[in-house]
């Protein structure tokens, strides 16, 4: 079994999330999340990883039925 595990926004369930890594001047910050869905805009330190098939029912979920 492969359980691919991926990772959505917490906000809006969109796998569009990104990994941000800020570093200044050499500091160690906390690594950030952001999302690049249309209209969310979700930015903080935590994600969702789920698998990969329940990212598609989340969505919907989500979303209701609108399918854009
Ligand atoms: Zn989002």
Redesign the pocket.
């Known amino acids: 079994m492969d359980a691919r595990k991926i990772r959505v926004?917490p906000?809006?369930?969109?796998s569009?999330?990104q990994e941000t890594k800020t570093s200044v001047n050499g500091w160690l910050v906390p690594t950030t999340y952001y999302?690049e869905?249309e209209g969310?805009g979700?930015s903080g330190p935590v994600f969702v990883e789920i698998d990969a098939e329940e990212a598609e029912t989340l969505k919907r979920m989500m979303n209701g039925e609108a399918e854009a």
């Open positions: 926004c906000r809006c369930g969109s569009k999330i999302c869905e969310c979700y």
